[in-house]
């Protein structure tokens, strides 16, 4: 089955700085790669997502990269803010599969 | 997203004793999944059902039951709770297709077994 892996567990940047969240998974037929943000105490919220179709995807502040050949994918945040801070999960998903397969997390703390 | 609502948000219970949780959702997604959530797992899939009637096991199925006799309610059965049911429980929904479709998650229910 799909393997996701998630690097760094923890992250810390100063306010204004960018943060990357990296993953990299191993099934080749995965298409889907969903990230979530979880604030503490609440539900993860889905904030972007790709498809295996695109390279690069844009949302304001936030930005997923892909790169199929090498079987990875990152989240990047701009100009970060203390509500930044959250735990992010990167997901992936193929067509054989209905559900999805989940990182470890990483937990970003936005220092002001 | 309110349309998919979990019941109790908080559960205490003793070791050996049945408990279920309800997910129910508005928005007929085929879908439903049940997720724990513990430090340093993420988020791990119990069981999930693609539509009434039709269930199958996730990742850490052991010691949980499912059914699904309608689309909107998916709940969760823990038959003789143990500690190590001790946890965070999402439920998750999404609508048909295999090309990719977000899940959307309830609040979740914290269940502490004594």
């Known amino acids: 089955g799909e393997n996701v892996e998630q690097h760094p567990s923890t992250l810390s940047v100063q306010e204004g700085d960018s943060a990357v969240i990296k993953c990299t998974y191993s099934?080749?037929?995965?298409?889907?790669f969903p990230w979530y943000k979880q604030e503490l105490g609440k539900r993860p919220q889905l904030i972007i997502d790709?498809?295996?179709?695109?390279g690069e995807k844009k949302d304001q502040r936030i930005a997923v990269t892909l790169n199929k050949t090498a079987k990875h994918f990152s989240l990047h945040i701009t100009e970060t803010q203390p509500e930044d801070s959250a735990v992010y999960f990167c997901a992936a998903s193929n067509p054989g599969a209905n559900n999805l397969f989940f990182g470890t997390g990483t937990r970003l703390t936005v220092i002001p | 997203d309110a349309g998919i609502t979990q019941s109790p948000r908080y559960k205490i219970t003793e070791t050996g004793r049945q408990v279920t949780l309800m997910c129910h959702q508005t928005?007929?997604?085929?879908?439903m999944f049940w997720y724990r959530q513990d430090l340093g797992h993420g988020l791990r899939l119990i069981y999930y059902?693609?539509?009434?009637?039709?269930?199958d096991k996730g990742e850490v199925p052991d010691g949980y039951v499912v059914s699904r006799s309608k689309t909107e309610n998916f709940p969760l059965t823990l038959e003789s709770a143990t500690r190590s049911q001790t946890s965070v429980y999402f439920c998750?929904?999404?609508?048909?297709?295999?090309?990719?479709?977000?899940?959307?998650f309830g609040d979740g229910t914290r269940l502490s077994i004594l």
């Open positions: 059902s693609a539509a009434a009637d039709i269930t």
């Open positions: 998750a929904s999404r609508a048909p297709g295999t090309e990719g479709r977000p899940q959307h």
């Open positions: 790709i498809r295996s179709n695109v």
């Open positions: 928005w007929s997604h085929s879908y």
């Open positions: 099934d080749s037929a995965s298409n889907y």
